[in-house]
């Protein structure tokens, strides 16, 4: 359903590929480990072509018809758009209030202009920047890349190119994919449109595309209310996640990122649009080039074969040269390098004292949040911008602009990942003025930098808190978005709602998680996070799931619950 409702897989053909992957181990693997993999599948019912049992839950109806094509975004992955309603979801998001679906801009959209090489280019709202086939998941499927390669093939043998401006990324997961689209002749395709072979794995998905077109990042830089846009193959679109200067992120399949990269904008609605002019001076429509995955899918048995796999992965293991002439030493702990920019040893590894549960007491508000703040929003792995509380400690290290590199690549360095927490440009704290990291020391009523706040408060051994709404730390599963909120000094978070693993891993970190009770919000209570805190627990003891009392400054008082669901994190809590 994925790529077109009019070109459905049949059933059949997916069941004898299936098959075939199982008999004649198309990827390689181990004979044994196939075997029992498939008696694994077949017990549990599972298999493609066995009989789907009946459950007592009964038979769910689902009418094909009614599937078509989707894209998501602008800011969160599950938020879907019909293919054919792209262009007036996109013109509707502009003036729509600041949040999931919105932009805020309070004027109509103007008209930039953008000189690229000795050409001009008149830019709008919606201008794709950056098209990237990019992600570890879908980019190792078959059907989905040798479709894409199709789609370039007809694209440039129609005479379509991509926007010069547009920076265009290939990332496959696989090296095996670089096989099949070489064996089967598609790169050179791919290529010509500017669809390059980068790397391999989580890229741009993870903000890891790096610099845009310097004349790209100028304009963006010097127009903040310009709306650019990333078009990617991913399956993370989070605010500022792909690029700090991209507002707007969509999720599409491959063959649709060329799509939009060849439109070089999002404000297309492809059914009466064309893509461009072809080379007999005739539009050119998606629906003239775009590939029949029935075909793809009958074909794979013939476009892909076990050679390929097994040339990738004998040698998996093997680093290219330069990796291979690393001197490292065999001994059986890491030897920490006290000069390292990269590596270096943080405080929560070992002799980390335990929590002791007492009441926390004249706690300040660090941050003040709503609904969906995600991890890209706590710890995110983009970039590192120049101005930065990380950028001024690595130029203190000796680390020139240009080597800053990303958060995501200095993750090993917890004096970096600490200032990088919180740092991005799309974090709305209801406690600063403007969008970004910032927020407001509450004792001088001053705005700074969120890490310059927190520091001040660890001067005066001032606790702190978090508030937030639904869904807080929502999105991938990032170790650091604990680790950072611990080390800033946060002792709580309350919120209305978390996402499973970031709460989880938050208890790991020594920070307790808060739930508000009921109907009970900050904003039914109102919080301005200016108060003074108290939370104040039973005799020193805690139960899975008890309530507590909250007091503040002001004379509210509310109840929270303790959302450390199991005994095991009762224990991970306590051990900090």
Same mark, same amino acid.
């Given at each position: 359903?994925?790529?077109?409702?009019?070109?459905?897989?049949?059933?059949?053909?997916?069941?004898?590929?299936?098959? %075939?992957?199982?008999?004649?181990?198309?990827?390689?693997?181990?004979?044994?480990?196939?075997?029992?993999?498939?008696?694994?599948?077949?017990?549990?019912?599972?298999?493609?072509? /066995?009989?789907?049992?009946?459950?007592?839950?009964?038979?769910?109806?689902?009418?094909?018809?009614?599937?078509?094509?989707?894209?998501?975004? $602008?800011?969160?992955?599950?938020? !879907?758009?019909?293919?054919?309603?792209?262009?007036?979801?996109?013109?509707?998001?502009?003036?729509?209030?600041?949040?999931?679906?919105?932009?805020?801009?309070?004027?109509?959209?103007?008209?930039?202009?953008?000189?690229?090489?000795?050409?001009?280019?008149?830019?709008? /709202?919606?201008?794709?920047?950056?098209? =990237?086939? !990019?992600?570890?998941?879908?980019?190792?499927? $078959?059907?989905?890349?040798?479709?894409?390669?199709?789609?370039?093939?007809?694209?440039?043998?129609?005479?379509?190119?991509?926007?010069?401006?547009?920076?265009?990324?290939?990332?496959?997961?696989?090296?095996?994919?670089?096989?099949?689209?070489?064996?089967?002749?598609?790169?050179?395709?791919?290529?010509?449109?500017?669809?390059?072979?980068?790397?391999?794995?989580?890229?741009?998905?993870?903000?890891?595309?790096?610099?845009?077109?310097?004349?790209?990042?100028?304009?963006?830089?010097?127009?903040?209310?310009?709306?650019?846009?990333?078009?990617?193959?991913?399956?993370?679109?989070?605010?500022?996640?792909? &690029?700090?200067?991209?507002?707007?992120?969509?999720?599409?399949? $491959?063959?649709?990122?060329?799509?939009?990269?060849?439109?070089?904008?999002?404000?297309?609605?492809?059914?009466?649009?064309?893509?461009?002019?072809?080379?007999?001076?005739?539009?050119?429509?998606?629906? /003239?080039?775009?590939?029949?995955?029935?075909?793809?899918? *009958?074909?794979?048995?013939?476009?892909?074969?076990?050679?390929?796999?097994?040339?990738?992965?004998?040698?998996?293991?093997?680093?290219?040269?330069?990796?291979?002439?690393?001197?490292?030493?065999?001994? $059986? %702990?890491?030897?920490?390098?006290?000069?390292?920019?990269?590596?270096?040893?943080?405080?929560?590894?070992?002799?980390? =004292?335990?929590?002791?549960?007492? *009441?926390?007491?004249?706690?300040?508000?660090?941050?003040?949040?709503? *609904?969906?703040?995600?991890? /890209? &929003?706590?710890?995110?792995?983009?970039?590192?911008?120049?101005?930065?509380?990380? =950028?001024?400690?690595?130029?203190?290290?000796?680390?020139?602009?240009?080597?800053?590199?990303?958060?995501?690549? %200095?993750?090993?360095?917890?004096?970096?990942?600490?200032?990088? !927490?919180?740092?991005?440009?799309?974090?709305?704290?209801?406690?600063?003025?403007?969008?970004?990291?910032?927020?407001?020391? @509450?004792?001088?009523?001053?705005?700074?930098?969120?890490?310059?706040?927190?520091?001040?408060?660890?001067?005066?051994?001032?606790?702190?808190?978090?508030?937030?709404?639904?869904?807080?730390?929502?999105?991938?599963?990032? *170790?650091?978005? =604990?680790?950072?909120?611990?080390?800033?000094?946060?002792?709580? @978070?309350?919120?209305?709602?978390?996402?499973?693993?970031?709460?989880?891993?938050?208890?790991?970190?020594?920070?307790?998680?808060?739930?508000?009770?009921?109907?009970?919000?900050?904003?039914?209570?109102?919080?301005?996070?200016?108060?003074?805190?108290?939370?104040?627990?039973?005799?020193?003891?805690?139960?899975?799931?008890?309530?507590?009392?909250?007091?503040?400054?002001?004379?509210?008082?509310?109840?929270?619950?303790?959302?450390?669901?199991?005994?095991?994190?009762?224990?991970?809590?306590?051990?900090?």
């Amino acid at each position: 359903f994925f790529f077109s409702s009019r070109r459905r897989h049949t059933r059949s053909s997916l069941v004898s590929w299936a098959r %075939r992957c199982v008999q004649e181990t198309v990827t390689g693997r181990p004979e044994k480990l196939v075997k029992i993999t498939e008696e694994y599948f077949r017990k549990q019912k599972l298999f493609a072509g /066995d009989d789907i049992p009946e459950y007592p839950l009964g038979t769910v109806k689902v009418d094909l018809d009614s599937i078509g094509t989707t894209i998501s975004g $602008p800011k969160r992955p599950f938020d !879907t758009i019909p293919l054919n309603t792209v262009k007036e979801n996109f013109e509707t998001s502009l003036n729509a209030p600041l949040g999931h679906r919105g932009f805020g801009l309070k004027a109509k959209s103007k008209e930039f202009s953008l000189t690229y090489g000795k050409e001009e280019h008149k830019i709008k /709202d919606g201008a794709i920047f950056l098209a =990237a086939i !990019t992600s570890c998941t879908n980019t190792s499927n $078959p059907t989905a890349l040798l479709g894409a390669g199709l789609f370039a093939k007809a694209a440039v043998e129609h005479g379509l190119k991509v926007p010069p401006y547009v920076k265009s990324v290939l990332a496959p997961g696989s090296k095996v994919v670089t096989e099949y689209l070489e064996q089967n002749n598609l790169l050179p395709y791919l290529e010509k449109l500017g669809f390059f072979i980068t790397g391999y794995g989580c890229m741009s998905c993870i903000g890891n595309s790096r610099s845009l077109n310097p004349e790209v990042e100028e304009l963006l830089a010097k127009n903040e209310e310009l709306i650019g846009c990333a078009v990617l193959s991913g399956n993370r679109n989070f605010e500022a996640r792909i &690029h700090p200067l991209l507002k707007g992120n969509y999720l599409a399949n $491959p063959a649709l990122v060329i799509a939009f990269a060849i439109a070089g904008k999002m404000t297309i609605d492809f059914e009466k649009e064309p893509l461009g002019t072809g080379n007999n001076g005739k539009p050119v429509y998606l629906r /003239d080039i775009w590939p029949n995955y029935q075909k793809i899918t *009958d074909s794979l048995p013939n476009l892909i074969n076990q050679n390929m796999f097994q040339k990738v992965y004998s040698n998996v293991q093997v680093g290219n040269q330069s990796w291979e002439e690393i001197k490292v030493e065999a001994t $059986p %702990r890491y030897d920490w390098d006290p000069k390292s920019s990269y590596i270096r040893r943080p405080p929560f590894i070992g002799g980390q =004292a335990k929590v002791s549960i007492t *009441d926390i007491k004249n706690a300040n508000c660090l941050l003040f949040v709503g *609904d969906s703040v995600t991890t /890209d &929003h706590i710890s995110p792995v983009s970039s590192i911008p120049k101005n930065s509380p990380a =950028a001024k400690y690595l130029t203190s290290m000796g680390v020139k602009p240009e080597d800053y590199n990303t958060y995501g690549a %200095r993750r090993g360095n917890h004096e970096v990942m600490m200032r990088g !927490t919180f740092a991005n440009k799309g974090l709305n704290n209801k406690m600063a003025s403007k969008i970004g990291q910032l927020t407001n020391y @509450v004792p001088e009523n001053k705005e700074m930098n969120i890490y310059e706040a927190a520091m001040k408060y660890q001067k005066t051994n001032t606790p702190l808190i978090l508030i937030a709404g639904k869904d807080y730390g929502q999105g991938s599963s990032r *170790d650091w978005a =604990a680790k950072g909120t611990l080390m800033l000094g946060v002792k709580c @978070v309350i919120a209305e709602s978390y996402e499973r693993i970031h709460r989880s891993n938050l208890a790991g970190m020594g920070v307790m998680p808060l739930q508000f009770v009921g109907s009970d919000n900050a904003k039914s209570l109102g919080l301005t996070g200016k108060e003074k805190f108290n939370i104040l627990f039973k005799n020193g003891k805690l139960n899975c799931g008890q309530e507590i009392t909250k007091e503040t400054s002001t004379g509210k008082q509310f109840k929270c619950k303790v959302r450390l669901d199991t005994e095991r994190e009762i224990e991970y809590y306590k051990c900090g």
